[in-house]
């Protein structure tokens, strides 16, 4: 992560249909690099999705520079095309997005050395 300039830390929670784990892994281990593009083009320096295999829960994190910069992303071609490609898995609002649920921070331990602040 860039050293010497403080990041902006994101958490939601999505939620994948029941038994759909390996296929969620299985489409973003193929990225499109046309929407790779477009996450980092918005300043994204680290995106994390994490399971629960309990309620097949996903917990994301990111780490971006310009969080206003992120609005823009839903009005993108590529990124309107991944919603419609993972809808089949997910649940999603009318416009296909994934239902994101924001996570609050709740405890942080940071040596303050160059690593995303918490917002």
Same mark, same amino acid.
């Given at each position: 992560m860039t050293h010497g300039q403080a990041l902006c830390t994101l958490a939601f929670r999505m939620q994948l249909f029941p038994g759909q784990a390996e296929e969620y892994h299985r489409r973003h281990a193929a990225i499109w690099p046309e929407l790779k593009t477009a996450l980092l083009d918005a300043g !994204?320096?680290?995106?994390? !999705?994490?399971?629960?295999?309990?309620?097949?829960a996903l &917990?994301?994190?990111l780490y971006c520079r310009q969080p206003d910069r992120l609005a823009d992303l839903p009005s993108l071609p590529v990124m309107q /095309? *991944? *919603?419609?490609?993972?809808?089949? !898995?997910? +649940? =999603? /609002?009318?416009? @296909? $997005?994934?239902? /994101? +649920?924001? @996570?609050? $921070?709740? &405890? +942080? @331990? $940071? =040596?303050?050395?160059?690593l995303p602040c918490a917002s």
């Open positions: !994204i320096v680290e995106y994390r !999705i994490f399971h629960d295999d309990k309620d097949d &917990f994301a994190v /095309q *991944w *919603w419609a490609y993972m809808a089949d !898995i997910m +649940v =999603t /609002q009318p416009d @296909l $997005s994934p239902v /994101q +649920v924001g @996570l609050r $921070s709740m &405890f +942080v @331990l $940071s =040596t303050g050395e160059g």
